[in-house]
């Protein structure tokens, strides 16, 4: 893995171990960094999503390393550093948390052909979910909400698939998120912020983001197979 950018507030990692197969069109997965966690007092971001991009032409891990929901972010500056790999390629991006968040605004920016966010926040901006209490050691040190929200990143030329924690702030975060034909975004009612996790243990998470990027997937096949419960928020059951 090479490092493209790196500065403060921002990192682009370039992973050149996978190569794809296909003849057809370049294929690109960006890949934004959640949280992460403490260990030892000492704070950790790793890359995530290593499995989604298997048989990928290029895979981009792009870390917000102040955790600022991209309000440290020039996100013009991101677009320069990734449009060689971007421009006339199948874009696809994914993130957990923070990262899906990241990940739907990034489409605003660049074009991508699909999105796919897990438990992505709305806002973590205090004017708009006054009632969001996680993360504060963060977002306490967020001066300029200049991203207050991702209600006005979603385009039209891509499509969205998010998975929301049905429990808590994460319902409350995502019943926010607009509802639109582009947008397929599914509520786990007995799940909360461990979405990815809980469908990893399950060993379907794999094969659920594959169908996510494929635009085949069904949840209701999927529900039967494997018992997990959904609702669908958007677009609107007829």
Same mark, same amino acid.
């Not at 960094?33 to 790793?46: E, L, R, Y």
């Not at 990940?103 to 926040?121: G, K």
């Not at 582009?182 to 794999?206: C, G, Q, T």
């Given at each position: ?6 500065? $403060? ?19 690109? +997965? +960006? ?12 704070? #950790?971001?790793? &890359? ?7 048989? @990928?032409?290029?895979? @981009? ?8 929901? =991209? $309000?440290?972010?020039?996100? $013009?500056? +991101? ?9 006339? &390629?199948?874009?696809? &991006? ?5 990262? =899906?968040?990241?990940?739907? #605004? ?6 991508? $052909?699909?999105? #796919? ?29 200049? #991203?207050?929200?991702?209600g006005a990143s979603f385009v039209s030329g891509t499509r969205y698939v998010l998975f929301s924690g049905g429990r808590g702030l994460d319902r409350r975060q995502a019943l926010h998120f607009p509802v639109s034909d582009n947008i397929h975004h599914f509520i786990f009612p007995k799940i909360e912020h461990s979405v990815a996790i809980d469908l990893k243990e399950m060993n379907i998470l794999d094969r659920v983001i594959r169908a996510a990027f494929a635009g085949t997937l069904n949840m209701l096949a @999927? ?14 059951? &007829?």
């Amino acid at each position: 893995m090479r490092i493209l950018f790196e500065d $403060n507030n921002l990192k682009v990692a370039h992973c050149t171990e996978t190569t794809s197969d296909s003849k057809g069109p370049t294929t690109t +997965l +960006l890949s934004f960094t959640g949280v992460g966690h403490a260990m030892g007092g000492i704070d #950790v971001q790793k &890359a995530e999503f290593f499995g989604a991009g298997r048989g @990928l032409d290029n895979v @981009l891990f792009i870390t917000d390393k102040t955790r600022s929901w =991209g $309000n440290r972010i020039d996100f $013009n500056e +991101l677009a320069s550093v990734i449009a060689p790999f971007c421009n006339g &390629a199948m874009t696809y &991006a994914i993130g957990n948390s923070m990262g =899906g968040f990241l990940a739907i #605004v990034m489409s605003s920016y660049v074009r991508i $052909n699909c999105v #796919v966010a897990f438990v992505p926040q709305f806002s973590v901006c205090p004017q708009i979910v006054p009632w969001e209490t996680r993360w504060t050691e963060y977002r306490s040190q967020i001066i300029d909400y200049h #991203v207050q929200d991702v209600g006005a990143s979603f385009v039209s030329g891509t499509r969205y698939v998010l998975f929301s924690g049905g429990r808590g702030l994460d319902r409350r975060q995502a019943l926010h998120f607009p509802v639109s034909d582009n947008i397929h975004h599914f509520i786990f009612p007995k799940i909360e912020h461990s979405v990815a996790i809980d469908l990893k243990e399950m060993n379907i998470l794999d094969r659920v983001i594959r169908a996510a990027f494929a635009g085949t997937l069904n949840m209701l096949a @999927l529900s039967e197979s494997s018992g997990i419960e959904f609702e669908q928020f958007s677009p609107a059951p &007829a």
